[in-house]
Every structure is written in structure tokens, then in C-alpha cells.
């Protein structure tokens, strides 16, 4: 089993930044890859990001160049580094990671893009 527990969502201007973290715990050996997805209210939830063990990474094009996904394989944690971030991108951002024989979700936490 693993656990995953999303921090640094919030309220946010136009044009600022945040940061979330996911720190994983349990099973984390059997980890092959981490992402963010997320999901507003009566859409289905979309990927964000993703990043392998071996760190190499993937992106929405509707947040490449502006969305940065790393991982510290020391503190088992995910980053999603978000600048210029846009009314559009307010959604619940769900940690995941992928292992041998499962697929494992975050509880999310809430971003809100707003003047």
C-alpha cells in the first residue's frame, strides 16, 4: 500500500505562483511513477503532469512551460512548481502514483486562480 498526502494549495492571484508537495509514504519501493492531475466540478479529471522514477517528465499542453513536476527520491515527495498561473487552471489537484499493481490517489487539495 501506499499513502499520498497533497499540500500547498490555496488562493492565488492572476500571474502568481504555488507550490504543491505530495509526500508518499508506505510501499514507496514499488513506486515506477508520480504525477498531478486535476479535476473541476463536473469534468472528468485531466493529467497535469507526470515524472518516472527515472525522472523523466511529462505535461498537459495546456500548462507545458509554465508547470514544473520534480521529485526528492530522498524525502519520497513530488513537487508541482506553478508560475503565471491562470484563472483556468483553479481546480483540485490530485497526487497519483503508479506501482507494479496499483494505482493510488491523493484526498487533493483545492487551487483557486482569482482577482
Known amino acids: 500500500q501506499v499513502q499520498l498526502m497533497e499540500s500547498g494549495g490555496g488562493l492565488v492571484q492572476p500571474g502568481g505562483s504555488l507550490r504543491l508537495s505530495c509526500a508518499a509514504s508506505?510501499?514507496?519501493?514499488?513506486?515506477?511513477?508520480m504525477g498531478w492531475y486535476r479535476q473541476v466540478p463536473g469534468k472528468q479529471r485531466e493529467l497535469v503532469a507526470t515524472?518516472?522514477?527515472?525522472?523523466?517528465?511529462n505535461y498537459a499542453d495546456s500548462v507545458r512551460g509554465r508547470l514544473t513536476i520534480t521529485r526528492d527520491n530522498a524525502k519520497n515527495t513530488v513537487y508541482l512548481q506553478m508560475n503565471s498561473l491562470k484563472p483556468e487552471d483553479t481546480a483540485v489537484y490530485y497526487c497519483?502514483?503508479?506501482?507494479?499493481?496499483?494505482?493510488?490517489w491523493g484526498p487533493g487539495t483545492q487551487v483557486t486562480v482569482s482577482s
Open positions: 497519483n502514483a503508479i506501482s507494479y499493481s496499483s494505482i493510488y
Open positions: 508506505g510501499s514507496i519501493f514499488s513506486i515506477t511513477s
Open positions: 515524472i518516472t522514477r527515472g525522472g523523466s517528465t
